[in-house]
């Protein structure tokens, strides 16, 4: 079966950074546009980035220049590398894999990421 799983979460400070990993299993990974989204206590899930199936990407208006996403097609695995965090990227992150054609949507169990001094 699919798997998404996200690994990288944890405390930072502000300003600092952090890496998140999505590892892929059980799907043709070269084909699915990859996402990653957040949660915050109380606010719906947004989406933070998302890097399509040949290479092209879009940022959340809030995190542009901040947030890179990538992927990894040889290792299944799409990144999120996180730098200067503030206080409001406080959430859970998920992973997200999508295609079309037939259309297909997994969710990753989401990591932690707190942004706090």
């Known amino acids: 079966q699919v798997q998404l799983v996200e690994s990288g979460g944890g405390l930072v400070q502000p300003g600092g950074s952090l890496r998140l990993s999505c590892a892929a299993s059980g799907l043709t990974f070269r084909v699915y546009a990859m996402s990653w989204y957040r949660q915050a206590p109380g606010k719906e899930r947004e989406l933070v980035a998302v890097?399509?199936?040949?290479?092209?990407?879009n940022y959340e208006d809030s995190v542009k220049g901040r947030f890179t996403i990538s992927r990894d097609n040889a290792k299944n695995t799409v990144y999120l590398q996180m730098n200067s965090l503030k206080p409001e990227d406080t959430a859970v992150y998920y992973c997200?894999?999508?295609?079309?054609?037939?259309?297909?949507?997994?969710w990753g169990q989401g990591t932690q990421v707190t942004v706090s001094s």
């Open positions: 890097i399509y199936s040949l290479g092209g990407t």
């Open positions: 997200n894999a999508e295609r079309r054609m037939p259309q297909l949507l997994y």
